[in-house]
């Protein structure tokens, strides 16, 4: 979700532009449209998260590989996609042991495929380079969303999946708020300039907080502190998360991976701290409750 803490896109030349440079009233309306869909998806036939999230990783893989191969990269599409896919469908008859093993399956394919890749008389060409990169991918995406997934399997998995996203959320919020705002500090200006320690501030207070909220009246315990535990975290994991996509967009010299949501970027864009928050958030609770 690439805008944790005090983070933007810069919006096309024809949009208003907020004081932190992105499209407001666009970004604004596409967060609240998937929102609704997704609370919708929850509590109605919450099993059908299955569908909405493998969707989005197969859009996120497609975003991901056309960019890795604009680049130079001679990623297996292919392989990923479908191997993304038997990673997180699997999780649902055989838990995450299923899960684990498509995931070195999916791997065995990729480097086969990518050593006959040039034909059975060529030598593949900067094999390991591309092998390593499509791995990569690979648990970037569909191996950390299996994470995202599974959690609603569990006890309460509704209300487990409602924890992850709204924290997220108010992270993004607390941050994008609080950079704006008061943002004086650059927190990381090589790798994401928007980025401050101010925002980071208001991440961590209205993240924890809304993790403090979900503890109590979501997932229905006593243990209060178990708020304190993953607000934190998530806030921590989530803007790590949005780094770590700002410096490969910064590698390969591009501005967003897509430009599906308006104000947002690509579905890609929206994942970035999503995912790595949601095998801490499975971790978390599979431990805590």
């Known amino acids: ?71 130079g990269f001679a990623v297996p599409v292919i392989p990923l996609l479908v191997g993304g896919q038997a990673i997180m469908w699997l999780s649902w008859p055989y838990g995450l042991a299923g899960s684990f093993v498509a995931m070195a399956a999916t791997i065995l394919v990729m480097m086969v495929w990518k050593l006959f890749a040039q034909g059975l008389s060529a030598a593949p060409v900067n ?49 994008y708020a609080a950079g704006v705002l008061f943002g004086k500090h650059p927190m990381a200006p090589a790798i994401s300039p928007k980025k401050s320690w101010e925002g980071l501030g208001g991440s961590l207070l209205v993240g924890t907080l809304g993790a403090v909220a979900c503890s109590l009246w979501l997932l229905d315990t006593p243990h209060w502190w178990i708020g304190f535990v993953l607000g934190p975290l998530l806030v921590l994991v989530a ?33 970035d701290s999503l995912l790595p928050s949601a095998f801490v958030t499975w971790a978390v609770l599979a431990l805590l409750l």
């Open 1 to 71: 979700m690439t805008s944790s803490p005090g983070q933007s896109s810069t919006p096309s030349p024809a949009a208003a532009p907020s004081k932190a440079g992105r499209n407001l009233p666009a970004a604004i309306g596409v967060g609240v449209a998937l929102g609704g869909f997704l609370i919708a998806v929850l509590l109605l036939v919450p099993d059908a998260w299955y569908a909405v999230v493998t969707v989005a990783i197969a859009i996120a893989t497609w975003e991901v590989t056309k960019r890795l191969r604009d680049g």
């Open 127 to 175: 094999y390991l380079r591309d092998l390593s990169v499509s791995t990569l991918v690979l648990a970037w995406l569909p191996v950390l969303a299996t994470f995202g997934t599974y959690l609603v399997r569990e006890d309460q998995g509704a209300y487990r999946v409602f924890t992850l996203v709204l924290v997220v959320v108010c992270s993004d919020v607390g941050g």
């Open 239 to 271: 803007t790590s998360g949005d780094l770590i996509e700002s410096q490969i967009k910064r590698d390969l010299g591009i501005k967003d991976m897509g430009t599906l949501l308006p104000g947002h970027g690509g579905i890609m864009d929206r994942l």
